[in-house]
């Protein structure tokens, strides 16, 4: 009898290995998907895709190739050799190759192809198939880059990752913008933000994370909403005004970019992203930004409560052609924008100590200064027409002691839009959820 222990899994070399010269004329057996075929008269070159890249195999004439198409599962056996040419400057010398597996039915997009050209629809109904693109596949590692970032770099300040409910009994933005749904005969919601959860944890472990979906039943169709997406959230206790919320932020940033550019430099080269520089970033007040883009580009300032998207777009052109950055903080929203929990500027309660951050003209963050104190809390409430009896659970938090605190929420999503360069949120999505699609 075979039991668990016995098992071992198989290692496979990985392409960094390989390209990196750990394994130079060194026999190897690689298994993964073929990306393309190339019959080159006497020689056929077969791209082999595996999770971390691709990798070059040389099959000459003797290599029975019978059978072997377009993304078949193969494992190629051959010889490492340098080969400045191939993909990453290393290929394989095939002396045979095995099939693991055949798809029933051709492609239905030259996935080997550089781009492809479909529309957007097309792109997201053949999402299984369109996402073998290496230029597809790029946004997304580098998406899973940026989470990774993130989760590293809070954990080196002391930050502890919580996983919070998705199925909650109150929404923390309020509103209509909520998935109803039955719980066992009674009413409960989608959560619209770990808003809550977050905020308990604080006098628990002082700072806190989390990456999780979010859900707004919003009824938008613009190419930067949906109605489901990832939130990167952190809160943390014991700060002396929201600019503690901004550095930590901007730490996060730098060290992003950073890894992106000495790790992921391929994908970002596949498609031509040039990384921001991370000099200080620069904050301005939300009024006085109004203010400056509005003089600067010669148009009226409609509403004066919230920043509409080609507001943002003005602002993000003015911070990067007067103060030579990508990304600003837009700081002292006003309080008819922003939810109860906000904590109000004490010097004028019309606006609240908040901020929102920008990169490239479009909002990809949004923070602040919370209210810790449970009177002050319930006196918010009950002004905005709330019922505080509604949110007890929430208000244990404030009514059994609460340190000073906040914290921001991060739209994956669009941060990893705006740095790929992408002209609609659903392509830095792999499945997107918005009002039309459910599939696939």
Same mark, same amino acid.
């Given at each position: 009898m075979i039991t668990a222990t016995a098992l071992t899994a198989v290692k496979q070399p990985a392409i960094r290995d390989i390209i990196g010269g750990a394994l130079e004329n060194q026999a190897v057996s690689v298994r993964g998907m073929v990306h393309s075929l190339r019959d080159m008269g006497g020689l056929t070159f077969l791209l082999l895709r595996k999770g971390d890249g691709v990798l070059q195999c040389v099959c000459p004439p003797e290599v029975d190739l019978d059978g072997v198409t377009e993304e078949c599962a193969v494992e190629v056996l051959g010889t490492v050799h340098?080969?400045?040419?191939?993909?990453?400057?290393?290929?394989?010398?095939? @002396? @045979?190759?095995?099939?693991?597996?055949?798809?029933?039915?051709?492609?239905?997009?030259? #996935?080997?192809?550089?781009?492809?050209?479909?529309t957007l629809d097309a792109r997201l109904s053949l999402r299984p198939a369109v996402l073998r693109s290496l230029r597809e596949r790029s946004v997304f590692r580098i998406q899973a880059g940026i989470s990774r970032a993130f989760r590293e770099y809070l954990q080196s300040q002391d930050f502890t990752e919580i996983h919070t409910p998705k199925i909650v009994h109150?929404?923390?933005?309020?509103?209509?913008?909520?998935?109803?749904?039955?719980?066992?005969?009674?009413?409960?919601?989608?959560?619209?933000?770990?808003?809550?959860?977050?905020?308990?944890? #604080?006098? #628990?472990?002082?700072?806190?994370?989390? #990456?999780?979906?979010?859900?707004?039943?919003?009824?938008?169709?613009?190419?930067?909403?949906?109605?489901?997406?990832?939130?990167?959230?952190?809160?943390?206790?014991?700060?002396?005004?929201?600019?503690?919320?901004?550095?930590?932020?901007?730490?996060?940033?730098?060290?992003?970019?950073?890894?992106?550019?000495?790790?992921? @430099? +391929?994908?970002?080269?596949r498609l031509g992203v040039t990384l921001p520089e991370m000099k200080d970033v620069p904050c301005v007040r939300f009024d006085e930004a109004k203010r400056l883009a509005a003089e600067k580009y010669g148009y009226a300032i409609r509403n004066p409560y919230d920043l509409e998207p080609e507001e943002e777009h003005a602002i993000g052109r003015y911070a990067k052609e007067v103060w030579g950055s990508d990304l600003v903080?837009?700081?002292?929203?006003? @309080?008819?924008?922003?939810?109860?929990?906000?904590?109000? +500027?004490?010097?004028?309660?019309?606006?609240?100590?908040?901020? +929102?951050?920008?990169?490239?003209?479009?909002?990809?963050?949004?923070?602040?200064?919370?209210?810790?104190?449970?009177?002050?809390?319930?006196?918010?409430?009950?002004?905005?027409?709330?019922?505080?009896?509604?949110?007890?659970?929430y208000l244990m938090l404030h009514k059994y002691g609460a340190p000073p605190h906040g914290g921001l929420g991060i739209g994956l999503e669009r941060l990893t839009m705006q740095l790929c360069g992408l002209d609609n949120v659903r392509l830095a999505t792999l499945f997107p959820r918005d009002r039309t699609r459910l599939e696939p």
């Open positions: 340098q080969e400045e040419r191939a993909p990453g400057g290393a290929e394989l010398a095939a @002396a @045979a190759v095995r099939v693991l597996s055949r798809p029933a039915a051709a492609m239905p997009v030259p #996935v080997s192809k550089r781009k492809l050209n479909l109150a929404g923390a933005e309020g509103g209509s913008n909520i998935f109803r749904l039955d719980y066992f005969g009674r009413k409960a919601f989608l959560t619209q933000s770990p808003q809550f959860y977050k905020q308990t944890m #604080v006098p #628990v472990f002082e700072r806190v994370f989390e #990456v999780a979906p979010v859900f707004r039943a919003e009824k938008h169709s613009t190419t930067r909403h949906l109605n489901e997406y990832t939130s990167m959230d952190f809160e943390m206790g014991y700060i002396d005004s929201f600019y503690d919320i901004i550095a930590v932020e901007t730490g996060f940033l730098r060290y992003c970019f950073r890894l992106l550019g000495e790790e992921y @430099a +391929d994908d970002l080269a903080f837009v700081t002292h929203y006003p @309080a008819k924008k922003r939810p109860f929990y906000a904590m109000d +500027d004490p010097e004028d309660p019309k606006y609240t100590l908040s901020f +929102d951050l920008l990169f490239r003209g479009m909002e990809v963050t949004t923070g602040g200064q919370r209210i810790h104190d449970y009177g002050q809390q319930v006196a918010k409430m009950e002004r905005l027409g709330m019922h505080p009896e509604e949110f007890e659970s």
